[in-house]
């Protein structure tokens, strides 16, 4: 049995005899508040221009849209290590999305995780962090939520495991995970970084991807940025306070700016899911809240992480990985990995590249890397995707040389990594 195992198991147990001593005391039930949809008075255009812009930063429609289904309207699965979860309609239908529900109702949603009738919320949705907005923030969004095309689509259940989504596991996880985060506000800082602080922490929900998640998918809280896997995906959100990953401290702010606004800079490229959030999100703000966001991510204060322990890959495994490269990769990466300024990352000196967790790397191996069309950089170059015309020898082999050549270190990558991936499955 594995430690795993061991760790989840006695979470369970502890679950257990907090339920027996009345944890469920600490998170009652609620009542259902009234259905007051038909009586809220019309917004007005510029509460609804408001709330599209928040609705655009808290990158709302990723989640509440279905591939190729309409905006806002749900149906998308979100998978979690415990089954999944169906985001709900937002648009107003009065049957199956938001047109009954008042201001009080989605309000307690945001803030609390609580639905209309009273039911505590799966936290997929990152309501710890909403519960930083502010009241006038919640009115726009609802706002424009309510302005948006009614679309009937039912609401599918979750297919949680029991007993992970009745109510009752639900007060327990919030009884010991779930705070609501307190409005930040540091007066030794400027406005610029108090806005950013609450950028970052809020609406943006950083954590949710780059926040470090327990066996029971808890993180530290709404501004714990110290990078884990992402959950179901396999993508590794790397940490934003640490310099061998992504800390961002030795940066010029005009990059992070730039990184954050086009997908582009400098200094790096963004691909994966941070791909889609900068193109459905990020690229939308305006120039303040980037600069505010920046400057808080830039302020962090870094960590000192020891240098991870290294298998070194064999020498065999690095000449068939060199192989690979000169006929697959050198023509766009270059043969000592030095990339294209503007077009094409480079490998050599990149610390993507060089990161413990090699997920990433062969995520881009296997589904190709695609960086977002922004303004900024409207026709982006691509990488093609080779699952399917490399195995996973090859990928091993290729994924260890690029991790060791031009001077950088890093540990091997065998087959199985790369079959892992392949598959979908967590590390």
């Not at 954050?260 to 963004?270: D, I």
């Amino acid at each position: 049995m594995t430690r795993r195992w061991f760790v989840a198991l006695a979470g369970i147990a502890a679950l257990a005899a907090a339920a027996a001593a009345g944890v469920f005391v600490l998170d009652p039930p609620r009542a259902a508040l009234p259905a007051t949809g038909a009586s809220i008075v019309p917004a007005s255009a510029e509460q609804v221009a408001r709330g599209a812009y928040l609705a655009r930063a808290g990158h709302c429609a990723g989640c509440h849209t279905a591939r190729g289904g309409e905006d806002f309207a749900g149906g998308r699965a979100i998978a979690t290590p415990f089954g999944s979860v169906f985001a709900p309609n937002l648009t107003p239908d009065a049957a199956t999305g938001l047109g009954r529900w008042s201001r009080a109702a989605f309000r307690r949603a945001l803030h609390e995780g609580r639905s209309a009738d009273g039911r505590r919320l799966a936290p997929v949705c990152p309501y710890p962090n909403f519960s930083l907005l502010g009241r006038a923030e919640d009115d726009d969004l609802f706002a424009y939520l309510r302005s948006l095309p009614a679309v009937v689509q039912p609401n599918r259940p979750s297919t949680l495991r029991f007993p992970y989504g009745t109510q009752a596991a639900l007060a327990v996880w919030r009884a010991l995970f779930f705070r609501p985060a307190l409005a930040p506000h540091d007066a030794t800082r400027s406005a610029v970084w108090n806005r950013g602080a609450a950028l970052v922490g809020g609406l943006g929900h950083c954590s949710a991807c780059h926040g470090r998640r327990n066996t029971w998918q808890a993180t530290g809280g709404a501004w714990d940025l110290r990078g884990g896997v992402i959950p179901m995906q396999g993508w590794y959100a790397p940490a934003l306070d640490d310099p061998r990953q992504a800390g961002l401290a030795d940066w010029p702010l005009a990059d992070v700016v730039a990184l954050l606004k086009t997908g582009r800079s400098a200094r790096a490229s963004v691909s994966g899911p941070m791909a889609m959030v900068v193109a459905r999100s990020l690229q939308y703000l305006n120039d303040d809240d980037l600069l505010a966001i920046a400057t808080y991510l830039k302020a962090l204060p870094q960590r000192t992480s020891a240098a991870p322990g290294i298998t070194a890959p064999a020498a065999s495994l690095l000449e068939r990985g060199r192989k690979v490269y000169a006929r697959d990769c050198a023509d766009c990466h270059g043969d000592d990995g030095q990339g294209a300024p503007g077009a094409v990352p480079a490998l050599a000196g990149n610390r993507a590249v060089v990161m413990p967790v090699a997920d990433n790397v062969l995520h881009l191996i296997l589904g190709g890397g695609f960086a977002p069309a922004t303004a900024g950089d409207p026709e982006p170059y691509g990488m093609p995707p080779f699952a399917t015309t490399l195995g996973d020898e090859d990928i091993a082999a290729v994924a260890s040389y690029i991790r060791n050549a031009w001077g950088q270190q890093a540990s091997a990558v065998t087959a199985f990594d790369v079959n892992r991936q392949r598959g979908g499955a967590l590390p």
